[in-house]
């Protein structure tokens, strides 16, 4: 899955920074490609760099047991890979899997701790982004549990669409199952249902969301609460539309 040419050009990290700060970090970083399904950590993995991603995405996924694993959660634009560094962890807790390709800032863990203690900001950002993912995976749980299968396939969709910045997502029912951790007729049955109701479109292992608004209105509103905490944590104002800036 690639992402549109017209994807934001800085991650929304940085953005959040004050321009001196920000200058600083940019001209210690390299940009880099990022290519799909490239492996960027395996759990227990040393982690040499983080990644605030621009244009690509990176999958988070639980593995345990020998088994594929659970796609926790997704970084894009809005945060980084490898932010356990900014806490003083050295190794991977997840497998990171780049699903969508393209770019991304990177600086290496020695960078990183150096721009941590010269950058009162930077720290803060950080900080309030890993409190957004522990938010937001506090959530995860629950939404397993309470919320219907249909409601939690529209949630993804979206998150998947908010990281590509594309309507048109390159998923499987297979990988679908993954990221909901159910089966794939549980998928299928969702997916139909969401198709019914003329909010996307599915062939030949692309989804294109057609209703972006009715598939909001479908999903569970964990989307929403973690958009909204992540927009107050990171201190970025939300419209009624629920854009970010």
């Known amino acids: 899955m690639t992402s549109d040419s017209t994807a934001p050009a800085l991650n929304r990290l940085l953005e959040?920074?004050?321009p001196a700060d920000r200058t600083h970090l940019?001209?210690?970083?390299?940009s880099v490609e990022l290519a799909a399904p490239q492996v960027l950590y395996e759990p227990g993995d040393a982690m040499l760099h983080i990644h605030f991603p621009t244009s690509a995405f990176v999958s988070l996924v639980s593995t345990a047991d020998g088994h594929d694993g659970l796609q926790t959660g997704m970084v894009g634009n809005e945060g980084a890979v490898g932010h356990e560094l900014s806490l003083g962890v050295q190794r991977s807790p997840l497998r990171t899997l780049v699903q969508g390709s393209g770019l991304a800032w990177r600086l290496t863990a020695q960078a990183l701790e150096q721009e941590l203690l010269e950058s009162a900001p930077l720290k803060r950002v950080l900080q309030h982004y890993v409190c957004a993912l522990l938010t937001e995976f506090g959530r995860l749980g629950l939404c397993?549990?309470?919320?219907?299968?249909?409601?939690?396939?529209?949630?993804?969709?979206?998150?998947?669409?908010?990281?590509?910045?594309?309507?048109?997502?390159?998923?499987?029912?297979?990988?679908?199952g993954r990221m909901l951790g159910v089966r794939r007729v549980g998928i299928t049955n969702a997916a139909t249902a969401l198709h019914a109701r003329h909010l996307i479109d599915y062939r030949r292992g692309v989804i294109t969301i057609t209703d972006r608004p009715g598939l909001e209105n479908a999903a569970c509103d964990c989307y929403r609460a973690n958009r909204r905490s992540y927009a107050e944590l990171i201190g970025l104002r939300e419209d009624a539309a629920g854009n970010t800036s």
């Not at 940019?26 to 390299?30: E, P, Q, Y």
């Not at 309470?146 to 979206?158: D, K, P, S, V």
């Open 144 to 176: 397993h549990q309470f919320h219907q299968i249909e409601e939690r396939l529209a949630r993804w969709l979206l998150t998947t669409q908010d990281c590509a910045h594309s309507a048109h997502l390159a998923l499987t029912h297979e990988v679908l």
């Open 26 to 30: 940019l001209a210690r970083c390299d």
């Open 16 to 18: 959040a920074l004050p």
